[in-house]
């Protein structure tokens, strides 16, 4: 029986033409997908051609194109593998939150972001780059709200604030002024900036500061 062509997806899955579910299909997507990572990292968003991933992963086109029709549908599931990974930390961050240096919760995030933002080369080259789909941004938009999401969830976990709309809604300002500073940093230098990075954890420490004294459990 041949493998089903949709199902609904979930907030970060990866978009596809139709979802493999055998092990040797799931394998061969991976695999194309490592090397359309490799093609936009070496040779830039406008190399990934159906034809030039294809040859690059060592598959047919016609195989590839079950899965990832253009480039355009190569570019949104590269970038939402690379949203997976990113809130992945975030989860993580959350989840041993009560065991993590609580003297400096807002650096040590940042810290770790910035480590992922140094070995992620094809995230930067796709996001400072010019091809981003409108899927993309959209995701991305989604994936901005989920982060912000996960700030609120280590204030709650660290026992900081007391959950409301409004801290919400300050978790995502934060999360937005912060993500802008880290993508100008990494802009800047391939490193990453240090000097902006450093700004951004005294602007996120000062900000959030006064959102956990708002909402500040009684």
Do not use: N
Not at 57 to 63: I, L, T
Not at 140 to 167: F, I, N, P, S, T
Request: glycine content about 6%; charged content about 30%.
């Amino acid at each position: 029986m041949g493998e089903p062509t949709t199902e609904p997806e979930r907030p970060g899955a990866v978009p596809l033409r139709r979802t493999p579910r055998q092990a040797r299909s799931r394998a061969r997507l991976a695999r194309v997908l490592e090397a359309a990572e490799r093609v936009l990292v070496d040779e830039g968003v406008e190399a990934l051609t159906t034809t030039r991933v294809a040859a690059a992963a060592k598959v047919s086109v016609g195989s590839l194109y079950q899965y990832l029709p253009d480039r355009d549908a190569i570019i949104d599931a590269l970038a939402a593998g690379y949203f997976a990974r990113l809130e992945a930390v975030m989860d993580d961050f959350v989840r041993t939150a009560a065991a993590r240096d609580r003297d400096d919760p807002v650096g040590t995030l940042i810290d770790a972001f910035a480590a992922l933002y140094r070995t992620e080369h094809g995230f930067r080259a796709l996001w400072f780059g010019s091809g981003l789909t409108e899927r993309a941004r959209s995701a991305d938009r989604e994936h901005k709200r989920r982060m912000a999401d996960g700030v609120r969830r280590l204030l709650l976990a660290l026992d900081l604030a007391e959950d409301d709309e409004a801290l919400g809604r300050a978790c995502h300002a934060a999360f937005l002024a912060a993500d802008a500073l880290a993508q100008e940093a990494f802009r800047r230098h391939a490193e990453g900036d240090a000097a902006l990075l450093d700004e951004a954890k005294t602007m996120l420490r000062a900000y959030l500061t006064q959102v956990t004294a708002r909402y500040r459990r009684a």
